[in-house]
């Protein structure tokens, strides 16, 4: 539930202003504006009832990404995960600055801030939340565009890939993930079976 639906709408539209200056497109849209209400969609239609907090980090899961370029990390394994920690850690003051811009108390910034950062993933249920939202955007909108982008992957290396998104994702986010609720990628459709029947 929402406790003030002004004060709400108030930090929505500031994380959507804020994304809405990645000079990356996707389909003629900032790419990190788009991906964020992809989030917010598929929240809307797995989770209708979920709270504010999930609903809030859901929408600012991303923000302002490519202000965090992977580049600006060394090119390694170690790199990537310290690329990954630095950007959680950006995204989740990002978010927290705009909440109290819109009026949201240290509480409820805190626990927005938690959940952008992926602390607590499996014992957190708004972390929780939006890593099952996180793995059915990407099932339904990236993983098939992904798939093209990495054609020396062999199919060991995607069961893999599926893998690790599925194990991330709640028994609830999988169950919905193969419902029919979700769009998948048609040519992955026998990878994806094979990776979660195993």
Do not use: C
Not at 17 to 27: M, T, V
Not at 28 to 46: H, T, V
Not at 179 to 192: C, M
């Amino acid at each position: 539930m929402i406790e003030n639906r002004e004060r709400f709408s108030r930090a929505m539209a500031l994380f959507d202003a804020a994304n809405a200056q990645d000079p990356n497109l996707d389909e003629g849209q900032p790419k990190e504006l788009l991906y964020a209400q992809r989030m917010s969609d598929m929240i809307a239609r797995f989770a209708p009832d979920a709270s504010e907090a999930s609903q809030l980090a859901v929408r600012a899961q991303h923000i302002q990404r490519w202000m965090v370029p992977r580049n600006t990390y060394p090119m390694t394994k170690e790199g990537y995960h310290a690329w990954r920690t630095g950007l959680y850690t950006f995204q989740a003051d990002s978010a927290g600055e705009l909440m109290r811009q819109a009026g949201y108390d240290d509480a409820m910034i805190e626990r927005v801030k938690k959940a952008v950062g992926k602390r607590g993933i499996k014992s957190n249920p708004d972390t929780q939340m939006l890593e099952d939202i996180a793995g059915l955007v990407f099932i339904e909108h990236y993983m098939l565009a992904f798939a093209l982008s990495k054609p020396e992957y062999d199919e060991e290396k995607w069961l893999e890939i599926i893998r690790k998104t599925w194990k991330k994702m709640s028994k609830a986010a999988q169950a919905f993930a193969l419902s029919g609720k979700i769009e998948l990628p048609e040519p992955l459709v026998p990878l994806i079976t094979k990776a979660v029947s195993q």
